[in-house]
Nanobody
Framework: VQLQASGGGLVQAGGSLRLSCAAS????????MAWFRQAPGKEREFVAS??????????YYSDSVKGRFDVSKDNAKNTVYLQMNNLKPEDTAVYYC?????????????????WGQGTQVTVSS
């Protein structure tokens, strides 16, 4: 599975961005797709996840983004999105998309087998 993340940029606090993660290769409905982020000097942090199945899409969010971020997918385009609203300076980080076989939710980045390159999100105050 190959993942390609895009959509990062510079935005003012309170603004919005939408990240995209295009998947290719051996994709399957039995995958969980996730977004993580990593700020300088900090560990990689879980942001949100969603199942890849076309018939269901159980999603999970970290407490720090719940109510502001929305994860969604377009199975026809093999793409997962992360809509980020009401951005805060503390959301500044490199954002990564990731995938793992199976639909079990986990926030442990070590459980994810496939990673896209990161995309930088910078929120100015």
């Amino acid at each position: 599975v190959q993942l390609q993340a895009s959509g990062g940029g510079l935005v003012q606090a309170g603004g919005s961005l939408r990240l995209s993660c295009a998947a290719s290769g051996r994709t399957s409905s039995n995958y969980r797709m996730a977004w993580f982020r990593q700020a300088p000097g900090k560990e990689r942090e879980f942001v949100a996840s969603i199942t890849w199945s076309a018939w269901s899409g159980s999603s999970y969010y970290s407490d720090s983004v719940k109510g502001r971020f929305d994860v969604s997918k377009d199975n026809a385009k093999n793409t997962v999105y992360l809509q980020m609203n009401n951005l805060k300076p503390e959301d500044t980080a490199v954002y990564y998309c990731a995938a793992r076989p199976g639909i079990t939710q986990t926030m442990d980045f070590k459980a994810y087998d496939y990673w896209g390159q990161g995309t930088q999100v910078t929120v100015s105050s």
